[in-house]
Nanobody
Framework: QVQLVESGGGLVQAGGSLRLSCAASRNIFSFNAMGWYRQAPGKQRELVAAITFGGNTNYADSVKGRFTISRDNAKNTVNLQMNSLKPEDTAVYYC?????????????WGQGTQVTVSS
């Protein structure tokens, strides 16, 4: 069973920065893609940023230019650098890993880490 463990969440003032890290129990390059999702109270979980096996990235429009997703091969982690944080970025952030084998897609999720941005 794959385990994903997030770290780096916390409380920050608007305009500040946080760096989230997701450590995987399996080689991150064994997944087709990895990403970060978030869920605010009363809202659906949404994609924040993702990176494919080949290194292609995509971002939610609301975070473009402020957030950066990256991989640390040595530490086997996927990271999310969040700058210029806004109160609306407040949410629980979840790490996701997607594995596609033939017609079967499996998604793995971390437990989540709280990010709170105060105004």
């Amino acid at each position: 069973q794959v385990q994903l463990v997030e770290s780096g969440g916390g409380l920050v003032q608007a305009g500040g920065s946080l760096r989230l890290s997701c450590a995987a129990s399996r080689n991150i390059f064994s997944f087709n893609a990895m990403g970060w999702y978030r869920q605010a109270p009363g809202k659906q979980r949404e994609l924040v940023a993702a990176i494919t096996f080949g290194g292609n990235t995509n971002y939610a429009d609301s975070v473009k230019g402020r957030f950066t997703i990256s991989r640390d091969n040595a530490k086997n982690t996927v990271n999310l650098q969040m700058n210029s944080l806004k109160p609306e970025d407040t949410a629980v952030y979840y790490c996701n890993a997607r594995s596609i084998r033939g017609s079967t897609e499996t998604n793995y999720w971390g437990q989540g880490t709280q990010v709170t941005v105060s105004s």
